[in-house]
C-alpha cells in the first residue's frame, strides 16, 4: 500500500482546508515536495486547488522544480482539461494526470489520455459526498454536484481506460476522523482498478479497519503530514506490519 | 563515461535525466543514432502500449541501433516497456514482435502461470513499491546491477504486463497479488528492469549509479 503526499497548491502556497472549503497556507510545495521526499514518501500528488474554477494551469513550474530533487512518482491534477494540459504536465516531469471535472463534463478526455499516453497515465479523480444513503460525484473541488452516482460512475471511468482511481470523500476531508470506510468498500468492489483513498486521515488507528482482505492501492494523506500530526515512518511501519 | 538515453518519444525521458544528474553521470538525450554509440553506455525507456512503443521504435530507425549495440557489446538497460522490448513478443492489444534478444514473451499480468491464488482479485495496472527477490548469492555471481542493495529494497513498479518469472533470462522476480513476475533480466550486457529505478527513490538511483558504473574497474 503507498503513502501518498497530497499537496493542494493555491497561488504558489500549499493549502489546507476542511472539505476542501475555508482554506489556511501551509506551506511551500516544492519545499514540501523536497521534505516528504526525504522522509521516503511513496508518491506525490500535487493538486491545483483553483484551476478548475478559474481556469487556468499554474502548477508546472512548481512540479518542473520539483521533479529535479525528487525522485518517486509525482500525479497532478486539478484543470487538466484537454491533451494539450497533459503533454505539457508529463512535459513538466509529472508521471500521471487525476482529471475529475473534465471527465464529468467530456468522458471521452479519458479515453484519448489512454489511448495516447497508456492507462498507468490517466488516474480518475472522485470527489464523493453522502446524499440519500449513496454517494454523488462533485466536481470543480467540491462545489458543484453532478447527479452522478458514484459506484456507477468509477465503472464508468474504468470503462473509458482510467489506470487508478483517485476517490476522495468531501464529507471527511479536513476532519482527521478517518476514511469514509463504507465509502471505499462500495468503490473498491465496483472496480477492478487500483484505488487511492483520500479524506479523513488523523491517526494510525484509522488504518486497523482499511487492513483487511481488499485494501486500497494508496493512501493519500494531506492535513496529518502538513500539521505533523503523524510522521511517515510512523505510516509505512504500520503499513509494513499489517500486511502479509 | 558518457550515457546516452535513447529518446524515440516514448516515456517520461526528464524524469530519467534528472535522476542521472546527481550521480554526476555525464548524460544524453538523443534520438540521433551516431551520437548515441558514441555513448558508453545506453538506457531505453518506454512508457505506454508495447504495440504502439514498438512502432516508434521502428519508426526512429532504431533496429540499425540494436545491430550495432549488439556487434560492439555496449552495455543496454531497458526500463518498464523498454526492457519488455529486448523480449521475443508481446499479446497487449494485438501481438507484436519485441527484438527478440532476451527469451520470453510479454503477456498480461493475470495470464501469468504460476499464480497461486486465482480468486484474489487482481487490480490492473499493478501500481505499487515491491521488493525484487534476488540473492546474495546473486550478488557474489556478479548481479552488479543489484550491489550494495538491501534485499529488503522495494521499487516502484507500475504496468499491467510482464515477463514469466521462469523466463531463462530472469535474474530477479516480484510478486504481485500472489503472481510472481519477471523483475529483472539480463543476457550479456543487456539488461532490463520492469520497475522504474528514476522513480524509485534512493534504491533506484543506486541501481542507476551501479548501471553507470558497471565494468568500470575492467575499463583502462
Redesign the interface.
Known amino acids: 500500500?503507498?503513502v501518498i503526499a497530497r499537496l493542494d497548491v493555491k497561488n504558489g502556497h500549499v493549502i489546507k482546508g476542511i472539505h476542501l472549503e475555508g482554506l489556511r497556507k501551509v506551506g511551500d510545495p516544492t519545499d514540501l515536495a523536497q521534505k516528504y521526499?526525504l522522509e521516503?514518501i511513496?508518491e506525490i500528488f500535487f493538486m491545483d486547488a483553483v484551476a478548475s474554477l478559474y481556469d487556468r494551469n499554474g502548477l508546472f513550474d512548481i512540479i518542473?522544480k520539483s521533479?529535479?530533487r525528487v525522485?518517486?512518482?509525482i500525479t497532478v491534477g486539478g484543470g487538466i482539461r484537454s491533451l494539450d494540459d497533459v503533454e505539457q504536465a508529463?512535459?513538466a516531469?509529472a508521471?500521471k494526470v487525476a482529471v475529475n471535472s473534465a471527465a464529468v463534463r467530456n468522458l471521452g478526455l479519458i479515453s484519448e489520455i489512454a489511448k495516447?499516453?497508456?492507462?498507468?497515465?490517466i488516474v480518475g479523480s472522485i470527489d464523493a459526498m453522502r446524499r440519500d444513503g449513496a454517494w454523488e460525484a462533485y466536481i470543480d473541488n467540491g462545489r458543484e454536484p453532478t447527479d452522478l452516482n458514484v459506484v456507477d460512475w468509477v465503472k464508468r471511468l474504468e470503462d473509458s481506460g482510467a489506470?487508478?482511481i483517485m476517490l476522495t470523500s468531501v464529507d471527511f476531508e479536513g476532519t482527521f476522523r478517518g476514511y469514509d470506510l463504507d465509502l471505499v468498500f462500495a468503490v473498491q468492489d465496483a472496480t477492478?482498478?487500483?484505488?487511492v483513498i483520500s479524506g479523513g486521515f488523523g491517526k494510525i488507528e484509522h488504518l486497523n479497519k482499511i487492513f483487511g482482505l481488499?485494501q486500497p492501492?494508496?493512501l493519500v494523506i494531506a492535513g496529518a503530514l502538513h500539521y505533523n500530526k503523524v510522521s511517515i515512518a510512523c505510516i509505512k511501519d504500520a503499513v509494513l506490519n499489517n500486511l502479509v | 563515461m558518457k550515457l546516452g538515453v535513447i529518446d524515440y518519444g516514448v516515456g517520461?525521458l526528464?524524469?530519467l535525466y534528472?535522476?542521472l544528474?546527481p550521480l554526476g553521470v555525464e548524460a544524453i538525450v538523443s534520438s540521433n543514432i551516431d551520437r548515441l554509440l558514441d555513448c558508453d553506455k545506453l538506457i531505453l525507456p518506454g512508457?505506454?502500449?508495447f504495440s504502439y512503443v514498438k512502432k516508434r521504435f521502428d519508426e526512429a530507425g532504431l533496429d540499425e541501433l540494436t545491430t550495432e549495440v549488439i556487434v560492439r557489446d555496449i552495455p543496454c538497460l531497458g526500463i518498464c516497456v523498454g526492457m519488455q522490448l529486448l523480449f521475443e513478443s508481446s499479446n497487449e492489444f494485438e501481438t507484436t514482435c519485441g527484438l527478440g534478444l532476451l527469451s520470453g514473451k510479454v503477456v498480461r499480468l493475470d495470464e501469468l502461470d504460476g499464480r497461486e491464488d486465482r480468486d484474489c482479485?487482481?487490480?490492473?495496472?499493478?501500481?505499487?513499491?515491491l521488493k525484487v527477490n534476488f540473492t546474495t548469492a546473486q550478488l557474489k555471481d556478479g548481479l552488479d546491477l543489484f550491489s550494495n542493495i538491501s534485499p529488503d529494497a522495494k521499487f516502484?513498479f507500475?504496468?499491467?504486463y510482464a515477463v514469466s518469472h521462469a523466463s531463462k533470462d530472469t535474474d530477479a522476480h516480484s510478486t504481485y497479488a500472489g503472481i510472481k513476475f519477471c523483475a529483472s533480466a539480463s543476457r550479456d550486457k543487456l539488461f532490463g528492469v520492469q520497475f522504474?529505478p528514476?522513480?524509485?527513490?534512493?534504491n533506484?538511483?543506486h541501481l542507476l549509479n551501479n548501471f553507470a558504473k558497471m565494468g568500470k574497474k575492467n575499463e583502462k
Open positions: 500500500m503507498r521526499y521516503d511513496d518542473s521533479c529535479e525522485f518517486v512518482p508529463l512535459a516531469g508521471d495516447r499516453y497508456g492507462s498507468q497515465c489506470g487508478e477492478s482498478c487500483p484505488v481488499s492501492s494508496g | 517520461n526528464r524524469s534528472n535522476a544528474i512508457v505506454g502500449a482479485k487482481v487490480r490492473i495496472p499493478n501500481v505499487s513499491w516502484y507500475v504496468h499491467s522504474h528514476e522513480k524509485s527513490g534512493k533506484g538511483l
